[in-house]
């Protein structure tokens, strides 16, 4: 059969001959919406074919056997099972494509009904890279979108696994990933920073101003003017209470404020100065004052209500312009 008539024509095909694309870029998808779909699938039926390649395959008694790989509409294959259907409509294409043309169709289908995480969209573009040697112009070429564009939602891919793993979960924003790739080399810190988006719901203009904070106590630790003592102290306060620390002298005593994420949290501070009491009592600023963020608990007070997900607290204008940023990592760069 001519593959012409394959791409023109609408055939109905059982569902079990259909297999999953291997190339694939999306990883994550959402039962609940799934679920959605396959109510409206019972209902309305599969209002958008899938685009399959047939194969065929020599049985053992010498017969042909007939499967169809999918090149779009996993979501639709898989809403399509669930909802108890025996045949889904499908558009055949030639199975002449290559790999490296299934994928470029799987991600572009996926970004353009913007079904794509930003971890599994970095993945797919990595794979272009990688294994098809794209460059990131092209990659951009392909999807529509510039070089920086690329080049920027690769470098999500150097986050920690928790941090992918957050994100693709939508327990953080993309854009909270920009102050967290500006503290790659600060471990320590991005960690406590990734914690407080997810338990203390930072927005993202709050994890720039943060990202913003330790670069000046770089600054402030390579200034000759603060005292060496004070800042062994504080390191040695960091490292003993799991947290960020940090140490204010003022002209009669100072401040120490400590940042903590749950009731838990406050509760081992708490444990480990009351253990450390002779110790803290030999420091040179014990006369300073403990300060720590404590929830508002009055009842004069209106407490809104937790945010179920991530708040990228930017403007529409500021998103789009990180697009096509090209030092988008730069702390000059940050909101305040």
């Known amino acids: ?42 209902m309305y039926g599969v209002m958008q074919p899938l685009v399959v390649t047939r194969h065929e395959k020599t049985k053992e008694d010498g017969g042909l056997a007939v499967e169809y790989e999918l090149i779009s509409g996993e979501r639709r294959l898989r809403a399509s099972k669930l909802a108890g259907l025996d045949q889904v409509p499908v558009i055949i294409r030639s199975n002449e494509q290559t790999d490296q043309e299934k994928l470029e169709l799987a991600i572009i289908e996926n970004l353009q009904r913007e079904d794509l995480n930003p971890v599994d969209r970095a993945r797919a573009f990595e794979r272009l890279a990688n294994e098809f040697k794209f460059k990131h112009s092209e990659i951009g070429a392909k999807v529509g979108k510039s070089r920086v564009y690329v080049s920027n939602t690769l470098r999500i891919l150097s986050l920690p696994t928790e941090m992918l793993t957050a994100l693709s979960e939508g327990k953080i924003s993309e854009g909270h990933s920009r102050p967290l790739l500006m503290l790659i080399d600060r471990p320590e810190e991005q960690m406590t920073l990734f914690k407080e988006i997810v338990f203390k719901k930072t927005t993202v203009r709050e994890a720039e101003q943060i990202a913003r904070k330790i670069a000046l106590d770089r600054v402030r630790n390579h200034d000759s003017n603060v005292e060496p003592e004070l800042l062994a102290i504080e390191a040695k ?100």
Do not use: C
């Not at 999953?20 to 994550?28: H, S």
């Not at 407490?303 to 204008?317: A, F």
């Open 1 to 42: 059969m001519p593959s012409q008539f394959f791409s023109d024509a609408i055939f109905w095909v059982e569902i079990e001959k259909v297999h999953p694309n291997p190339y694939q870029p999306r990883t994550e998808f959402d039962e609940v919406k799934l679920r959605d779909l396959a109510d409206s699938i019972r």
């Open 237 to 336: 306060l960091k490292e003993s209470l799991g947290t960020r620390v940090r140490i204010e002298r003022r002209e009669v005593g100072g401040k120490i404020t400590i940042d903590f994420f749950s009731d838990a949290d406050l509760n081992a501070i708490v444990d480990i100065v009351n253990s450390r009491k002779r110790e803290v009592n030999n420091l040179p600023t014990a006369t300073s004052i403990l300060t720590v963020d404590l929830p508002i608990t009055s009842t004069e007070v209106t407490v809104p209500p937790e945010p179920e997900g991530p708040i990228d607290d930017r403007s529409k204008e500021e998103k789009n312009a990180d697009e096509n940023e090209e030092d988008l990592y730069s702390l000059k760069n940050f909101s305040i």
